[in-house]
């Protein structure tokens, strides 16, 4: 039998490096499904959750820069990849998704399971098509493939599932596409005025995010120039932190106080690679220059002076030959002294005494960092295990970092962290989960023993969304709906067959990580830590402490004083 057109579709994935397909298996994707059974070079990776699969492909292509790809059968099951989708495309990742699509012939009739994935994916995707003929394929792939790659986004492949079993037409031979990798630097004038600007200037101040990723030597290079201290965004954490004597910490609301004080007190901001999106922590005296490689995210968030449009390592690597050696260090000093401050007391706050209780998760974080590899992979749930991340984990030039710092979705972790483990079978990965966010995609702890994926997972267990109720009180708000009845979650990664362990106490945190981290398979930490620990941002404004105030105040009026008393002890009487 010659070729049918999901052959067609796996043999160009193939020759395009993919090695993985992530996904749940179901009547419409058989040709696909049927056309890797075979195959030594592709693998299903059989998730338990298309949302799992989406999540899973976007850590992938965000660790190797590489295509990655996933796929839904078709209406329920690929209508379950857009929400991690959204969050590969928000995170600028290539990553292809295949949603199947019920028979050809039945396309709208409403017949069981329809839906019309060109225009459910529009929004999350660049380019979203449907094969309808054998003869599109591989062409239309290739287009996808093309702008995944380029754009660095999300394309959508909806192909029947009838039409995936026809006899494809033969293909034209072309070569695999190969992702082109253009230098893109600011016109020679706009270079100039900007190092006039920046050679003119005392107090400057480097706002670095994901864009500075193959850039740390220059910017380095660049503090150095202009003894200029160097803020990091969240996604720009692994790529600037590490080797950097002019690292002041992060800013916005999970940073520092060092952060926000070195950006306020500036004569002048540049912002590079970073779409930083809280404008209530950007100065607005400032001079601000933005070099980013889109034009269309310049000037978004704040009034700019200079935007230019390219990509750092280009621009910078134009820029620093035109600059002369700055001599003073004031606004560099004060901001180097007010960051080792600020890191004393974040510090200060990671302590477990023996037999103290509750666990700190400041100290459950620290432990995590002292016991991971030199070249761990971790992913951080959104809420207060992002923050914990932000400020505890040690990057290094080798360790990665993943968690849906744009999206921000819950239950991001435990399936990115899949993803990580399926393409990276050597390294050490560490999933850093809420309770809120391990129980809301739990089924796929089942696939960490299913794939023999060796997932360590350390789960914040407070039993509540602990960070929408520091919203709550913050806006004056009593806590409501936010508690959770939570179940033995070791003894559930024990019934499915993963090494489940408990920390109660301080003094169990350090062995118990320990032994879960030494373990050869997947095992998870439940560790029970305090739910009225308070993650304080770098500012807190005038509205936000009446807000607190009038939440104390309910809080007693109603019977609840004993949350005030908790929250003093947790946070005031620590050691």
């Not at 419409?28 to 949302?51: A, Y």
């Not at 493939?145 to 293909?171: E, K």
Request: aromatic share 6%.
């Amino acid at each position: 039998m010659g070729k049918r057109v999901a052959d067609v579709l796996v043999d160009t994935l193939a020759a395009h490096g993919v090695e993985r397909i992530y996904g749940v298996a179901g009547d419409s994707l058989n040709g696909i499904t049927d056309s890797i059974r075979g195959r030594q070079s592709m693998r299903w990776v059989h998730v338990r959750h298309e949302e799992t699969a989406a999540f899973a492909a976007g850590a992938e292509a965000h660790l190797t820069g590489r295509l990655a790809v996933c796929a839904g059968s078709c209406g329920p099951g690929n209508l379950h990849l857009i929400n991690g989708l959204y969050d590969c495309h928000r995170s600028r990742v290539p990553v292809l998704a295949i949603a199947a699509q019920i028979p050809s012939h039945e396309i709208g009739s409403g017949y069981f399971q329809e839906t019309h994935p060109e225009h459910v994916f529009a929004q999350c995707s660049h380019y979203c098509e449907l094969v309808s003929q054998p003869d599109q394929m591989p062409r239309v792939l290739e287009i996808a493939i093309q702008t995944a790659l380029s754009r660095r986004g999300v394309s959508v492949i909806a192909l029947p599932g009838d039409v995936a079993l026809r006899a494809a037409v033969a293909p034209d031979g072309r070569p695999p596409f190969r992702e082109p990798k253009p230098g893109v630097c600011p016109a020679d004038e706009e270079i100039a005025a900007l190092a006039k600007l920046l050679t003119a200037s005392e107090k400057i101040t480097i706002l670095g995010g994901a864009g500075c990723a193959g850039a740390h030597l220059e910017l380095i290079q660049l503090a150095g120039m202009l003894k200029a201290p160097i803020v990091h965004a969240m996604r720009g954490k692994e790529f600037i932190e590490y080797d950097n004597p002019f690292d002041v910490g992060m800013t916005g609301l999970l940073g520092f106080s060092s952060g926000y004080h070195a950006m306020m007190n500036c004569d002048v901001l540049l912002m590079l690679g970073t779409d930083f999106p809280y404008r209530q922590f950007l100065p607005s005296d400032a001079t601000i220059v933005q070099v980013d490689l889109r034009g269309e995210q310049l000037g978004r968030r704040a009034r700019l002076d200079y935007g230019l449009v390219g990509d750092v390592k280009s621009t910078l690597r134009a820029l620093l030959p035109r600059l002369s050696q700055s001599k003073d260090d004031q606004h560099l000093k004060a901001s180097l002294e007010h960051y080792q401050a600020a890191r004393k007391g974040l510090d200060e706050l990671a302590v477990g005494d023996p037999g103290k209780k509750p666990i700190h998760p400041q100290y459950v974080a620290r432990v995590v960092d002292e016991l991971a590899a030199k070249d761990a992979i971790f992913s951080c749930d959104v809420g207060t295990p992002t923050i914990w991340a932000a400020r505890y984990l040690t990057m290094n030039g080798q360790r990665r970092l993943l968690g849906s710092f744009n999206h921000g979705s819950m239950a991001n972790a435990l399936p990115q962290a899949i993803g990580a483990q399926a393409s990276h079978r050597g390294r050490q990965v560490i999933s850093l989960s809420g309770d809120g966010g391990l129980a809301m995609l739990m089924g796929d702890l089942l696939s960490l023993r299913q794939l023999d994926l060796p997932v360590k997972l350390i789960v914040f267990r407070n039993d509540a969304l602990a960070f929408v109720e520091l919203e709550m009180k913050a806006a004056g708000i009593l806590d409501f709906g936010t508690s959770l009845h939570n179940p033995d979650f070791a003894g559930i990664a024990a019934a499915a067959g993963l090494l489940g362990l408990t920390a109660e106490t301080p003094e169990q945190v350090r062995p118990m990580i320990g032994k879960a981290l030494e373990h050869d398979g997947p095992a998870l930490v439940e560790v029970l830590v305090s739910r009225q620990e308070l993650a304080m941002p770098p500012t807190i404004t005038l509205e936000q402490m009446t807000g607190f105030s009038l939440f104390m105040l309910k809080a007693v009026l109603s019977g609840r004083g004993d949350e005030i008393v908790d929250l003093a002890r947790v946070n005031l009487f620590r050691s």
